[in-house]
Nanobody, 124 residues
Framework: QVQLVESGGGLVQAGDSLRLSCAAS????????MGWFRQAPGKEREFVAA????????NYAESVKGRFTISRDNGKNTVYLQMNSLKPEDTAIYYC?????????????????WGQGTQVTVSS
């Protein structure tokens, strides 16, 4: 079992940057595909980005391509989401998730473990 704890959220202005971190417990972090999802008020939770077990494969939602970068450090059991050029529509609770398969998938049903989320608010 994996426990996930997100951090790094906050209140920023449009155009600013933030880096989210997700720390995982356990010694098997490198065997999980990791993903970031977000949920805005009144909306469904949606896929943001995902990264393969060794970091070589990545997948992004169209809405964040070119602005967000997902990365991982298996030695530190941590996955990151670097968010640049933030927009008000990026305001949401951001969740990290772990998938025990090797596929880099975009659907939340594929992920087995979830963190509690961290709030990101972007003011205009």
């Amino acid at each position: 079992q994996v426990q996930l704890v997100e951090s790094g959220g906050g209140l920023v202005q449009a155009g600013d940057s933030l880096r989210l971190s997700c720390a995982a417990s356990g010694r098997t972090f490198s065997t999980y595909v990791m993903g970031w999802f977000r949920q805005a008020p009144g909306k469904e939770r949606e896929f943001v980005a995902a990264i393969s077990r060794n970091g070589g494969g990545k997948n992004y939602a169209e809405s964040v391509k070119g602005r967000f970068t997902i990365s991982r450090d298996n030695g530190k059991n941590t996955v990151y989401l670097q968010m640049n050029s933030l927009k008000p529509e990026d305001t949401a609770i951001y969740y990290c998730a772990a998938d025990h398969t090797f596929l880099v998938r975009t659907t939340q049903e594929a992920y087995d473990y979830w963190g509690q989320g961290t709030q990101v608010t972007v003011s205009s």
